[in-house]
Each structure stands twice: as structure tokens, then as C-alpha cells.
């Protein structure tokens, strides 16, 4: 317990004795670290979070249309993925024209290589939940600023367009097959005006084949220039121009879907497409109320806003680095020093050369306290060692 009070006392006496040379080093590591801080380049951020309700994902109203999704992780890998499409390589390379970030009359490997810079600047990640946070960071607080505004606008259009599109293409294709059951019906009253009144496709193919072999029958007759000829190649022109028309209105829809069979009966007929234009009345009604919405199923966190601090360098950070490191080299100048300080054996070689005596050497004792008797007490020098 004594020599650790020793050991402690001389440490103390070799600190308090660097003192100054301490305070020096450690003070010119920590302004030097401080300094530093000032001068690198700094690096702001700027971000925003929103959050997509379930009710976007599952809206009674149309989920007979639009397949819900019911699962929270599977909302969650749903979010990711449209924000990771909204940030696409066309937004990058819009953001890049408007912020001159690269040129894109570069070589290609170029332009992907600075777009992949461009893209690691950004940073989104779930925050738990519908949740979701996406920042960018950049050299310009007020430039990162804007670019998570418009980033904010893109992801939220991207959400809301894209659902928009869905609605969009459900009620063109449900219009088109409204359009396909009645052109499909089977026309019973006769009179080739009212045939070319229902423009049904295969009532129209029948009345061409007609009017080709009519054409035919009368060719043999008569002189192309007919009237009657004349009157049917009219007639032929005509049906030719509403097939090529309703052809034209099911473009993209495969056979199926413009060739409804339907059965013979009138009634039945009149029935399946008074209960099919009803559904389709409900399922436009719901529609457009799931459009207009639309805007309220993506709440905001958490909006854009300037960065005051920058997340690089920071300066706390860089004082304990210059604290650290200024008590580190404090120790090795204090280590140093010491171990090239002369000894007691060197001190006294040197005095003796100074005073013109030779060294014989060092003695070394202790003294011993003796106890004799009660009336005296004698404390003698014994000798330990001696060396030559």
C-alpha cells in the first residue's frame, strides 16, 4: 500500500512537473482538430418522412378492382419498392440538368458512374410501420433543401399517380367491355339499316358477306358504274369503316375480351347488361371517390427544412478526436523526457568532475531504530552494501 502511494506521489510530481508542456500539447492538438473542422468541406442534410395509411392499401370500395394488400411487412416492402421507383435513373438525371451535378453528353459509363455518386447521396429506410424517411445530403444546405422537396413531391405523386393510373385503366377496360357486351348481342329484327344501326361486328361480317356476293351477282349483270352497284359499294365502304372502327376501340385486348358470347334470348340479353351497367355504374361512383381520396391516404411526417448543422465534419466530434490525441503524444513527450533524464549515479559523476575528486563508488543503508532499554533509545547507521 506504501509503494502505491509512492508510485502515485511521483506520478504526480512528474505530471505536475510537465505541467506547462502538457497544456501546450494537448491545447495544439485541440485547436488543430477544432481548425480542421472549420475547413473541410462540409456536408448538410435535409430530409422528410411520411406515412402511407392501410386504408391505401386496402379500401373496401374497390377491392374487387384493385387487390388489397393486408400484411404489414408485405406494406412495408410495398412502400420501399415505390419510393426506390420514384428515384429513378430520369429523376436523377432531371436533377442533374437543373442542379448541374454531371453533363449528359458524357460517355455512358461516365454518366452511370456520376449517377451512382448522385444516388448514394440519398438515403430512405422504413421507420417502423407505413413510416418511411428519405433524406439527401449535399454541400449547399439551401440546395439540399430543395432537392427533399421535390423528392417529396415526386414520392407523394408517385403514390398517388400511380393509383391514379390503376383506377384510370380499370374504367377503361370496364368501359370497353360494356362496350363489347353490346356490340355482341345478337341483333333479331331484320332490315339491313337497323343491322348497320346496332354496328354489332358480327351482324356487320354477316351484312359484308351480303353485300360482297350481291356485288358479285350484279357484276355479271351490270357495268361497275351502276347505281345499284354504285349504292353497294357505298354500302360496303361504309361497313368496312365501323368494323375498322371497333376493331380500332379494342386495341391492346386480346380475342376474349371483344368476343363476349352471349346467348340468343333477347330478354337474357337486356338483363346481363342492365346488371352489367349497373356494376359498372357502382364500381365508377366508388372509383372516383377513391381518386379524389387519394391525396389523404399520405400523411407528412416530418417536412423538408434547412439544415442549419452539418452532419460532416462535426465539431464536437473533432474536439475529442484533438483532446484525445493531444493527451496521447502529452504521455509519449512525458515518457521521453523521462527516460532521457540523467540518473543519481550520472548527477553524481558529474559533480565529482566539476569539484576535480574521483568517483569511488555508492553506498547504500538504512537505518534501523534499536530498542535497548526503557531509559535509552539508540538508533544506528548500518551499512548495507558498498561498491567500488
Known amino acids: 500500500m506504501k509503494n502505491d502511494q509512492v508510485i502515485i506521489k511521483d506520478l504526480v510530481k512528474t505530471l505536475f512537473k510537465y505541467k506547462l508542456s502538457i497544456i501546450l500539447i494537448i491545447g495544439f492538438f485541440l485547436s488543430f482538430s477544432i481548425s480542421l473542422s ?32 393486408y400484411n404489414i411487412p408485405e406494406m412495408r416492402f410495398t412502400i420501399d419498392s415505390m419510393v426506390k421507383e420514384s428515384i429513378s435513373d430520369d429523376y436523377l438525371d432531371q436533377l442533374a440538368i437543373d442542379y448541374g451535378f454531371y453533363a449528359l453528353d458524357l460517355e455512358e459509363e461516365k454518366i452511370a458512374k456520376q449517377r ?34 421535390n423528392t417529396l413531391d415526386r414520392v407523394k405523386g ?164 484533438g483532446f484525445l490525441l493531444g493527451v496521447t503524444f502529452a504521455f509519449i513527450y512525458v515518457v521521453v523526457k523521462e527516460l532521457f533524464l540523467p540518473g543519481r549515479e550520472e548527477l553524481i559523476k558529474a559533480e565529482a568532475k566539476e569539484l576535480g575528486v574521483s568517483y569511488l563508488g555508492t553506498t547504500q543503508c538504512r537505518f534501523v531504530k534499536v530498542e535497548q532499554s526503557s531509559d535509552a533509545k539508540l538508533t544506528s547507521l548500518e551499512p548495507r552494501a558498498l561498491t567500488h
Open 158 to 321: 408517385h403514390f398517388i399517380d400511380g393509383r391514379i393510373q390503376t383506377i384510370e385503366l380499370v374504367k377503361q377496360i370496364m368501359l370497353q367491355r360494356l362496350q363489347a357486351l353490346n356490340a355482341s348481342q345478337k341483333i333479331t329484327t331484320s332490315g339491313s339499316d337497323k343491322a348497320l344501326a346496332s354496328r354489332s361486328p358480327e351482324v356487320l361480317s354477316a351484312e359484308l358477306k351480303k353485300i360482297q356476293s350481291n356485288i358479285a351477282a350484279l357484276g355479271k349483270q351490270y357495268h361497275s358504274s351502276h347505281p345499284k352497284l354504285q349504292e353497294l359499294f357505298a354500302r360496303r365502304k361504309t361497313i368496312k369503316n365501323w368494323l375498322q372502327e371497333f376493331n380500332t376501340q379494342f386495341d391492346g385486348l386480346d380475342t376474349t375480351s371483344t368476343a363476349v358470347a352471349m346467348p340468343m334470348d333477347k330478354e337474357v340479353n337486356g338483363q346481363l347488361t342492365g346488371k352489367f351497367f349497373a356494376k359498372y355504374h357502382d364500381f365508377n361512383m366508388a372509383l372516383d371517390i377513391e381518386k379524389r381520396s387519394l391525396a389523404t391516404y399520405i400523411g407528412i411526417i416530418e417536412r423538408p427544412q434547412l439544415p442549419i448543422t452539418p452532419i460532416w465534419p462535426k465539431r464536437r466530434l473533432f474536439a475529442v478526436l
Open 38 to 69: 472549420e475547413f473541410l468541406q462540409k456536408q448538410y442534410k435535409s430530409q422528410f418522412e411520411i406515412n402511407v395509411y392501410s386504408k391505401y392499401f386496402k379500401n373496401p370500395l374497390i377491392s374487387e378492382i384493385v387487390p388489397g394488400v
Open 116 to 149: 451512382q455518386f448522385l444516388r448514394e447521396r440519398f438515403k430512405y429506410y422504413s421507420t417502423g410501420g407505413q413510416s418511411y424517411k428519405v433524406s439527401f445530403e449535399d454541400v449547399d444546405p439551401y440546395r439540399a433543401k430543395k432537392i427533399a422537396e
